[in-house]
């Protein structure tokens, strides 16, 4: 194979990666909106994610949760991720995930939506096992924008406008990121991500 020919080829398969994405002229790459995106992400787990009112989202599944895995990985980045959560709604946004098929908040770092763990230091807009949150954000019943920033090792989180976490880890520099369902309805109506 000539090299054009290999450089054509390679082009061809970035393209089709691609495809499923929407870069914007703000540097965002959109990977869901609305009902469009659920082909960027693996599943993972047994959820029902749908494509439907405007959202891509899952009320119910097994004994264990499931996931979306973004077929990207990111190191520095910021997220936008616009969801609505039922009050009793166990979810996340899992970012710099190890390991694609069994995603944990040992081996990812979880930008929670849980407003009623039973130890809510941990749970809505904490970062579970590395960030407390004091007071908890209640999320349920309502449309939230989580803003989420991987920059080297500081790790920040503004929920609706308010910061929520912001310190320094350097467990884990990269990876996927992937949406949970635990319990609950969660819905995603958009989500973008931006490197920094």
């Known amino acids: ?31 869901v909106d609305g009902e469009k995106g659920m082909d960027n992400f693996t599943r993972v787990g047994d959820a029902n994610w749908t494509a439907t009112d405007g959202a891509v989202q899952a009320t119910q599944g097994g004994k264990d949760p499931a996931y979306l895995v973004s077929k990207q990985s990111y190191t520095n980045f910021t997220m936008r991720v616009e969801f609505w959560a039922s009050d009793d709604a166990n979810s996340g946004v899992f970012i710099r995930c190890q390991d694609r098929s069994t995603v944990t908040d040992e081996n990812c770092y979880e930008a929670n939506i849980f407003d009623q763990r039973p130890d809510p230091t941990y749970g809505t807009g904490a970062i579970v096992k590395v960030a407390k949150v004091e007071p908890m954000p209640k999320a349920g019943g309502k449309w939230n924008v989580y803003e989420i920033t991987a920059r080297g090792t500081q790790l920040t989180l503004v929920l609706n406008g308010v910061k929520t976490v912001d310190v320094q880890d350097s467990k884990l520099a990269s990876g996927p990121f992937a ?8 819905k995603f109506r958009k989500v973008q991500i931006r490197a920094i």
Not at 2 to 19: C, D, E, K, M
Request: charged share 5%; hydrophobic share 45%; with cysteine.
């Open 1 to 31: 194979m000539t090299r054009s020919a290999g450089q054509l080829l390679a082009t061809i398969a970035a393209t089709a990666l691609l495809a499923g994405c929407a870069t914007t002229g703000s540097g965002w790459t959109t990977l």
């Open 179 to 186: 949406l949970q369902w635990g319990r609950g309805t969660i």
